[in-house]
Protein backbone atom coordinates (compact mmCIF):
# COMPACT_ATOMS: atom_id res chain seq x y z
CA UNK A 1 0.00 0.00 0.00
CA UNK A 2 0.81 3.35 -1.08
CA UNK A 3 3.93 2.30 -3.18
CA UNK A 4 6.08 5.95 -3.74
CA UNK A 5 7.38 7.19 -6.99
CA UNK A 6 8.53 9.75 -8.74
CA UNK A 7 7.34 12.03 -11.72
CA UNK A 8 10.41 11.79 -13.44
CA UNK A 9 13.24 13.78 -13.25
CA UNK A 10 15.51 14.80 -11.06
CA UNK A 11 18.49 17.35 -10.91
CA UNK A 12 21.52 17.21 -12.81
CA UNK A 13 24.89 17.16 -10.56
CA UNK A 14 27.05 20.37 -11.03
CA UNK A 15 29.61 18.13 -13.39
CA UNK A 16 27.02 16.75 -15.51
CA UNK A 17 24.97 19.81 -16.83
CA UNK A 18 24.37 23.49 -16.02
CA UNK A 19 22.32 23.57 -13.16
CA UNK A 20 19.04 24.67 -11.91
CA UNK A 21 17.76 25.25 -15.62
CA UNK A 22 15.46 23.47 -17.74
CA UNK A 23 17.81 23.48 -20.84
CA UNK A 24 21.18 22.63 -19.41
CA UNK A 25 24.16 22.91 -21.73
CA UNK A 26 26.06 19.76 -20.73
CA UNK A 27 29.65 19.74 -19.28
CA UNK A 28 31.15 17.41 -21.41
CA UNK A 29 30.89 15.77 -25.10
CA UNK A 30 31.29 12.34 -26.68
CA UNK A 31 31.99 9.29 -25.37
CA UNK A 32 32.98 11.14 -21.34
CA UNK A 33 29.32 12.88 -21.66
CA UNK A 34 27.39 9.47 -22.20
CA UNK A 35 29.49 8.22 -19.02
CA UNK A 36 28.83 10.75 -17.23
CA UNK A 37 24.92 10.68 -17.62
CA UNK A 38 25.43 6.80 -16.84
CA UNK A 39 27.39 8.22 -13.40
CA UNK A 40 24.44 10.57 -12.69
CA UNK A 41 21.98 7.86 -13.02
CA UNK A 42 23.37 5.55 -10.37
CA UNK A 43 23.49 8.26 -8.62
CA UNK A 44 20.50 8.83 -8.07
CA UNK A 45 19.35 5.31 -8.26
CA UNK A 46 20.88 5.14 -4.57
CA UNK A 47 19.50 8.05 -3.23
CA UNK A 48 15.74 6.92 -4.29
CA UNK A 49 17.05 3.99 -2.72
CA UNK A 50 17.87 5.59 0.26
CA UNK A 51 15.13 7.48 0.70
CA UNK A 52 13.22 4.34 0.53
CA UNK A 53 11.31 4.84 -2.60
CA UNK A 54 9.61 1.89 -4.30
CA UNK A 55 9.21 2.91 -7.91
CA UNK A 56 13.42 3.62 -9.05
CA UNK A 57 13.27 6.08 -12.37
CA UNK A 58 16.51 7.06 -14.20
CA UNK A 59 15.92 10.80 -13.31
CA UNK A 60 15.99 11.80 -16.96
CA UNK A 61 19.62 12.04 -16.56
CA UNK A 62 20.63 11.48 -20.14
CA UNK A 63 18.24 13.69 -21.88
CA UNK A 64 18.72 17.87 -21.72
CA UNK A 65 14.93 18.08 -21.98
CA UNK A 66 11.87 15.65 -21.44
CA UNK A 67 10.71 16.56 -24.83
CA UNK A 68 13.77 16.97 -27.13
CA UNK A 69 16.33 14.30 -25.28
CA UNK A 70 13.27 12.22 -27.69
CA UNK A 71 13.69 13.87 -30.79
CA UNK A 72 17.29 13.70 -31.10
CA UNK A 73 16.37 10.51 -32.46
CA UNK A 74 14.10 10.93 -34.78
CA UNK A 75 15.00 11.69 -38.30
CA UNK A 76 12.77 14.54 -40.07
CA UNK A 77 13.45 16.86 -37.32
CA UNK A 78 16.00 20.26 -37.89
CA UNK A 79 18.03 20.77 -34.65
CA UNK A 80 19.95 22.91 -36.70
CA UNK A 81 17.86 25.06 -37.46
CA UNK A 82 15.86 25.91 -34.55
CA UNK A 83 12.91 28.72 -33.77
CA UNK A 84 11.66 30.33 -31.30
CA UNK A 85 8.12 29.32 -30.66
CA UNK A 86 5.32 30.35 -28.25
CA UNK A 87 4.43 26.97 -26.37
CA UNK A 88 1.77 25.54 -23.32
CA UNK A 89 -0.83 28.48 -25.14
CA UNK A 90 2.08 30.84 -25.35
CA UNK A 91 2.64 30.99 -21.38
CA UNK A 92 6.03 30.44 -22.62
CA UNK A 93 9.05 31.16 -25.63
CA UNK A 94 10.91 28.45 -26.15
CA UNK A 95 13.84 27.80 -28.84
CA UNK A 96 12.44 24.45 -30.72
CA UNK A 97 13.52 22.35 -33.64
CA UNK A 98 12.03 22.22 -36.64
CA UNK A 99 9.92 19.16 -38.53
CA UNK A 100 11.05 19.61 -42.41
CA UNK A 101 9.79 15.81 -43.12
CA UNK A 102 8.65 12.06 -42.37
CA UNK A 103 9.36 11.25 -39.39
CA UNK A 104 11.09 7.55 -38.67
CA UNK A 105 13.04 7.03 -35.60
CA UNK A 106 16.99 6.71 -35.83
CA UNK A 107 17.53 3.35 -33.68
CA UNK A 108 16.80 2.81 -29.78
CA UNK A 109 16.61 6.34 -28.12
CA UNK A 110 16.94 5.05 -24.09
CA UNK A 111 18.16 1.12 -24.43
CA UNK A 112 21.41 2.87 -22.66
CA UNK A 113 19.88 4.20 -19.93
CA UNK A 114 16.79 1.72 -19.48
CA UNK A 115 19.02 -1.88 -19.56
CA UNK A 116 21.62 0.42 -17.06
CA UNK A 117 18.45 1.18 -14.72
CA UNK A 118 17.55 -2.54 -14.76
CA UNK A 119 20.76 -3.80 -14.18
CA UNK A 120 21.34 -1.84 -11.17
CA UNK A 121 18.36 -1.65 -9.09
CA UNK A 122 15.82 -4.83 -8.63
CA UNK A 123 13.00 -2.97 -7.66
CA UNK A 124 10.54 -1.62 -9.72
CA UNK A 125 11.36 0.47 -12.62
CA UNK A 126 9.34 3.23 -14.86
CA UNK A 127 10.76 5.09 -17.64
CA UNK A 128 8.93 7.86 -18.73
CA UNK A 129 8.48 9.27 -22.76
CA UNK A 130 6.99 13.21 -23.50
CA UNK A 131 3.04 12.10 -25.00
CA UNK A 132 2.53 12.55 -28.22
CA UNK A 133 0.22 15.93 -27.88
CA UNK A 134 3.32 17.59 -25.83
CA UNK A 135 5.65 16.64 -28.63
CA UNK A 136 3.64 18.30 -30.95
CA UNK A 137 3.56 21.77 -29.01
CA UNK A 138 7.13 21.58 -28.17
CA UNK A 139 8.21 21.47 -32.08
CA UNK A 140 7.73 23.65 -34.81
CA UNK A 141 6.01 21.97 -37.63
CA UNK A 142 6.89 22.70 -41.61
CA UNK A 143 6.14 19.30 -42.51
CA UNK A 144 2.67 17.59 -41.47
CA UNK A 145 0.60 20.62 -41.34
CA UNK A 146 -2.21 18.95 -38.86
CA UNK A 147 -1.39 19.10 -34.97
CA UNK A 148 -3.33 15.50 -34.95
CA UNK A 149 -1.71 13.85 -37.78
CA UNK A 150 1.68 15.02 -36.27
CA UNK A 151 0.55 13.46 -33.18
CA UNK A 152 -0.30 10.35 -34.76
CA UNK A 153 3.42 10.22 -36.26
CA UNK A 154 4.88 10.71 -33.07
CA UNK A 155 2.92 8.33 -31.67
CA UNK A 156 3.71 5.26 -33.68
CA UNK A 157 7.76 6.17 -32.98
CA UNK A 158 6.51 6.42 -29.09
CA UNK A 159 5.00 3.16 -29.52
CA UNK A 160 8.62 1.20 -30.91
CA UNK A 161 10.58 2.92 -28.26
CA UNK A 162 7.97 2.01 -25.63
CA UNK A 163 8.06 -1.90 -26.59
CA UNK A 164 11.70 -2.17 -26.17
CA UNK A 165 11.60 -0.38 -23.03
CA UNK A 166 9.15 -2.88 -21.73
CA UNK A 167 11.80 -5.97 -23.38
CA UNK A 168 14.18 -4.13 -21.71
CA UNK A 169 12.63 -5.29 -18.71
CA UNK A 170 10.92 -1.51 -17.45
CA UNK A 171 7.77 -2.60 -15.67
CA UNK A 172 5.77 1.03 -16.01
CA UNK A 173 5.97 3.57 -19.39
CA UNK A 174 4.83 6.64 -18.61
CA UNK A 175 3.78 9.39 -21.11
CA UNK A 176 4.26 13.00 -19.64
CA UNK A 177 1.50 15.03 -21.19
CA UNK A 178 1.26 18.40 -19.47
CA UNK A 179 -0.11 19.79 -22.80
CA UNK A 180 -3.68 18.02 -21.67
CA UNK A 181 -4.11 20.65 -18.84
CA UNK A 182 -3.75 23.75 -21.33
CA UNK A 183 -5.51 22.15 -24.47
CA UNK A 184 -8.11 20.23 -22.40
CA UNK A 185 -10.97 19.82 -25.44
CA UNK A 186 -8.29 18.83 -28.22
CA UNK A 187 -6.79 16.36 -25.06
CA UNK A 188 -10.02 14.53 -24.49
CA UNK A 189 -10.89 14.88 -28.07
CA UNK A 190 -7.97 13.18 -29.32
CA UNK A 191 -4.95 13.64 -27.73
CA UNK A 192 -5.78 10.66 -25.30
CA UNK A 193 -6.60 8.73 -28.68
CA UNK A 194 -2.87 9.42 -29.93
CA UNK A 195 -1.38 8.36 -26.12
CA UNK A 196 -3.34 5.01 -26.37
CA UNK A 197 -1.54 4.36 -29.88
CA UNK A 198 1.73 5.19 -28.68
CA UNK A 199 0.49 2.66 -25.68
CA UNK A 200 -0.69 0.25 -28.24
CA UNK A 201 0.62 -3.79 -27.25
CA UNK A 202 2.21 -2.74 -24.09
CA UNK A 203 1.40 -5.68 -21.27
CA UNK A 204 3.37 -3.86 -18.77
CA UNK A 205 1.90 -1.40 -16.43
CA UNK A 206 1.33 2.01 -18.61
CA UNK A 207 0.82 5.77 -16.98
CA UNK A 208 0.36 8.95 -18.26
CA UNK A 209 1.73 12.35 -16.14
CA UNK A 210 -0.46 15.45 -16.50
CA UNK A 211 0.31 18.53 -14.39
CA UNK A 212 0.60 22.39 -14.01
CA UNK A 213 3.87 22.08 -15.11
CA UNK A 214 7.46 22.38 -13.65
CA UNK A 215 8.10 25.24 -10.92
CA UNK A 216 9.58 28.15 -12.87
CA UNK A 217 8.33 31.35 -13.15
CA UNK A 218 6.48 31.42 -16.21
CA UNK A 219 4.52 28.47 -14.92
CA UNK A 220 3.85 30.11 -11.67
CA UNK A 221 2.78 32.90 -13.13
CA UNK A 222 0.01 31.32 -14.86
CA UNK A 223 -0.89 29.32 -12.22
CA UNK A 224 -1.89 32.81 -10.43
CA UNK A 225 -4.07 33.57 -12.79
CA UNK A 226 -6.25 30.37 -12.45
CA UNK A 227 -8.60 31.32 -9.87
CA UNK A 228 -9.16 29.70 -6.76
CA UNK A 229 -10.63 26.45 -8.23
CA UNK A 230 -8.08 25.09 -10.58
CA UNK A 231 -10.74 22.53 -12.50
CA UNK A 232 -8.93 21.80 -15.58
CA UNK A 233 -8.73 18.32 -14.72
CA UNK A 234 -12.31 18.24 -14.75
CA UNK A 235 -12.44 17.95 -18.26
CA UNK A 236 -9.78 15.21 -19.58
CA UNK A 237 -9.58 13.02 -16.52
CA UNK A 238 -13.23 11.33 -17.77
CA UNK A 239 -11.32 10.58 -21.42
CA UNK A 240 -8.58 9.20 -19.41
CA UNK A 241 -10.67 7.36 -17.21
CA UNK A 242 -12.52 5.47 -20.54
CA UNK A 243 -8.74 4.76 -21.67
CA UNK A 244 -6.44 1.73 -21.62
CA UNK A 245 -3.78 3.75 -19.70
CA UNK A 246 -3.04 2.20 -16.11
CA UNK A 247 -1.83 4.96 -13.77
CA UNK A 248 -2.57 8.67 -13.76
CA UNK A 249 -0.24 11.17 -12.16
CA UNK A 250 -1.85 14.42 -10.92
CA UNK A 251 -0.99 17.50 -9.29
CA UNK A 252 -2.39 18.05 -5.84
CA UNK A 253 -0.35 19.26 -3.04
CA UNK A 254 -0.35 22.91 -2.40
CA UNK A 255 -2.22 23.41 -5.78
CA UNK A 256 -6.30 24.67 -6.11
CA UNK A 257 -6.98 21.21 -7.52
CA UNK A 258 -10.72 20.12 -5.55
CA UNK A 259 -9.47 17.01 -4.63
CA UNK A 260 -12.98 15.71 -5.04
CA UNK A 261 -11.51 15.39 -8.91
CA UNK A 262 -10.10 12.36 -8.50
CA UNK A 263 -12.85 10.40 -7.83
CA UNK A 264 -13.16 11.22 -12.06
CA UNK A 265 -10.25 8.12 -12.15
CA UNK A 266 -12.26 5.36 -11.04
CA UNK A 267 -10.95 2.32 -11.81
CA UNK A 268 -7.14 3.67 -12.15
CA UNK A 269 -4.29 3.90 -9.96
CA UNK A 270 -3.85 7.48 -9.04
CA UNK A 271 -0.76 9.36 -8.54
CA UNK A 272 -1.23 12.02 -6.17
CA UNK A 273 1.31 14.72 -6.01
CA UNK A 274 2.45 15.44 -2.24
CA UNK A 275 5.57 16.78 -2.97
CA UNK A 276 5.71 20.51 -4.27
CA UNK A 277 7.82 21.14 -6.71
CA UNK A 278 7.64 25.34 -7.17
CA UNK A 279 9.07 25.51 -3.47
CA UNK A 280 12.14 24.88 -1.68
CA UNK A 281 10.37 24.46 1.45
CA UNK A 282 10.49 20.29 2.64
CA UNK A 283 7.38 18.96 3.02
CA UNK A 284 7.03 17.33 6.67
CA UNK A 285 5.86 13.58 7.22
CA UNK A 286 2.48 14.97 8.65
CA UNK A 287 1.85 17.26 5.80
CA UNK A 288 2.74 13.77 3.10
CA UNK A 289 0.32 12.38 5.15
CA UNK A 290 -2.45 14.93 5.64
CA UNK A 291 -2.88 15.17 1.73
CA UNK A 292 -2.62 11.43 1.13
CA UNK A 293 -5.57 11.47 3.27
CA UNK A 294 -7.61 14.43 1.65
CA UNK A 295 -6.84 12.32 -1.87
CA UNK A 296 -8.10 9.00 0.35
CA UNK A 297 -11.57 9.85 0.21
CA UNK A 298 -11.66 9.65 -3.48
CA UNK A 299 -9.34 7.32 -4.35
CA UNK A 300 -9.33 3.21 -2.72
CA UNK A 301 -6.03 3.24 -0.88
CA UNK A 302 -4.68 0.44 -2.78
CA UNK A 303 -4.41 2.77 -5.91
CA UNK A 304 -3.32 5.37 -4.54
CA UNK A 305 0.63 6.11 -5.32
CA UNK A 306 2.29 8.96 -3.63
CA UNK A 307 4.26 10.98 -5.97
CA UNK A 308 5.76 14.33 -6.50
CA UNK A 309 3.31 16.89 -8.51
CA UNK A 310 5.81 17.29 -11.32
CA UNK A 311 9.47 16.76 -11.82
CA UNK A 312 12.23 17.99 -9.78
CA UNK A 313 14.83 18.98 -12.64
CA UNK A 314 14.95 22.61 -12.01
CA UNK A 315 15.99 21.88 -7.85
CA UNK A 316 19.19 22.25 -6.41
CA UNK A 317 20.32 18.66 -5.42
CA UNK A 318 19.78 19.07 -1.79
CA UNK A 319 16.30 20.28 -1.93
CA UNK A 320 15.60 16.93 -3.94
CA UNK A 321 17.06 14.57 -2.35
CA UNK A 322 15.13 16.21 0.99
CA UNK A 323 12.06 16.09 -0.79
CA UNK A 324 12.71 12.30 -2.02
CA UNK A 325 13.28 11.28 1.88
CA UNK A 326 9.89 13.33 2.97
CA UNK A 327 7.87 11.48 0.01
CA UNK A 328 9.17 7.98 1.59
CA UNK A 329 8.34 9.19 5.33
CA UNK A 330 5.18 10.44 4.92
CA UNK A 331 4.08 7.52 2.82
CA UNK A 332 5.72 5.50 5.83
CA UNK A 333 3.10 7.73 8.42
CA UNK A 334 0.20 6.91 5.82
CA UNK A 335 0.79 3.60 5.99
CA UNK A 336 0.62 3.79 9.93
CA UNK A 337 -2.20 6.35 9.73
CA UNK A 338 -4.70 4.89 7.47
CA UNK A 339 -3.48 1.01 7.02
CA UNK A 340 -5.66 -1.93 7.02
CA UNK A 341 -4.81 -2.37 11.37
ZN1 LIG B 1 4.89 17.67 -14.80
Not at 218 to 227: E, P, S
Request: glycine share 8%.
Amino acid sequence: MFDTAIAGSLPKPAWLAETEKLWPKWKSEGAELAQAKLDATLLWIKAQEDAGLDVIGDGEMSRQHFVHGFLEQVEGIDFEHKVEMGIRNDRYKAMVPQVVAALRLKGRVHAAEARFLRAHTTRKIKFTLPGPMTIVDTVADKFYGDRVALAFAFAELLNQEALALQADGVDIVQFDEPAFNVYMADAADWGVKALERAAQGLTCTTAVHICYGYGIKANVDWKNTLGAEWRQYELVLPALAASCIDQVSLESIHSHVPAELMALLEGKDVMVGVIDVASDQIETAEEVADTIGRALQFVPRDRLIPCTNCGLAPMSRAVAEAKLAALAAGAALARQRYGAG
